[in-house]
């Protein structure tokens, strides 16, 4: 995208971003309630109104910068859609599925915008004014929601993989993982104040973008 100007590539970039990091909340707060816990309905979380999921600093700030620094990916995250962990009917099962919701969800939209890309580069040249657009929009939504559901696999609390692991590894080991929690968003910024978090999840964001545009005929 290196020909378009800044204003035309967060165009084409806003509604894949947007959408990957809304229905990966709404995703946590629908299997949720279907588990017992009202908690995100409640708080009016179960919307794709992208307006009550926006986070100031994850949503607008954190893409908008490493779209002006040319980065060559895009990131962010919305609000955490609140649940309580009491109200689900068997929390430490449950909550593995809450948790495996959201990178669920990516990956589903990773296939969509996969369709939308395909479609783009299958229209006549005649309807270049939509084609480049679905394609460049495609091609984000890919990128930014298999991006998305590889981090937040990461067996780290409070990623949707450490809660995963947590619910899924016997009490002594899970009770250990879940104390990594506070500690967590630290140990991130280590791994990428090092390089490390890019070398960790390249191979698996390699891996499911291939799989995607295979599935998708890309």
Wanted: avoid cysteine; proline fraction near 8%.
């Amino acid at each position: 995208m290196s020909e378009l100007s800044l204003p035309q590539v967060i165009a084409v970039a806003i509604l894949p971003v947007l959408f990957a990091i809304t229905l990966h909340e709404v995703a946590h707060g629908w299997v949720a309630k279907r588990f017992g816990d009202p908690t995100a309905q409640r708080l009016g979380r179960l919307t794709l109104n992208p307006l009550k999921h926006i986070d100031l600093i994850g949503t607008v700030l954190i893409p908008a910068l490493l779209l002006l620094l040319k980065a060559g990916f895009l990131f962010g995250w919305a609000k955490p859609v609140p649940v309580t962990w009491e109200n689900l009917r068997h929390p430490k099962r449950d909550m593995v599925f809450v948790a495996a919701a959201g990178p669920a969800a990516n990956l589903l939209m990773a296939l969509f915008w996969g369709g939308v890309a395909k479609l783009g580069s299958v229209l006549p040249a005649t309807a270049d004014w939509a084609a480049v657009p679905m394609q460049l929009m495609g091609e984000i939504g890919i990128t930014i929601n298999v991006l998305l559901m590889v981090f937040n696999l990461l067996p780290l609390p409070p990623l949707d993989g450490g809660r995963v692991a947590v619910g899924l590894l016997p009490g002594p080991l899970a009770w250990r993982l879940s104390r990594v929690e506070p500690y967590g968003f630290f140990i991130l910024l280590g791994l990428m104040a090092f390089g490390l978090l890019w070398f960790i999840v390249q191979p698996a964001v390699s891996i499911v973008t291939a799989l995607v545009r295979l599935v998708v005929g890309l």
